[in-house]
Nanobody, 120 residues
């Protein structure tokens, strides 16, 4: 079992930046497996949760079209942490951001998320 805790959200003006962090804890084996396939999801007000950035097992990264060129996912395996650097933020980036693995997301297991609010 792995536990995930998101942090780093806040209120920022359009054009600003934020860096989100996702700290993983639990068994080392589970952590290593989880970090390598971790993704960041976003749930905007009144919308379904969507994957905005993630790692695949081959080590590549993938991004939603809406955030390409602005968001960067990275990880520090030594710190058991995954990051989401968000630049050039737009009001439509507002939402609750969650980190998760595809398996946990599919089972409906989510953390508390971190709120990001971008003002115009």
């Amino acid at each position: 079992q792995v536990q995930l805790v998101e942090s780093g959200g806040g209120l920022v003006q359009a054009g600003g930046s934020l860096r989100l962090s996702c700290a993983a804890s639990g068994s080392i084996f589970s952590i290593n497996l989880s970090i390598n396939v971790m993704g960041w999801y976003r749930q905007a007000p009144g919308k379904q949760r969507e994957l905005v950035a993630g790692f695949s097992r081959g080590g590549s990264t993938n991004y939603a079209d809406s955030v390409k060129g602005r968001f960067t996912i990275s990880r520090d395996n030594a710190k058991n942490t995954v990051y989401l650097q968000m630049n050039s933020l737009k009001p439509e980036d507002t939402g609750v951001y969650y980190c998760n693995t595809p398996r946990r997301a599919g089972s409906g297991s989510w953390g508390q998320g971190t709120q990001v609010t971008v003002s115009s």
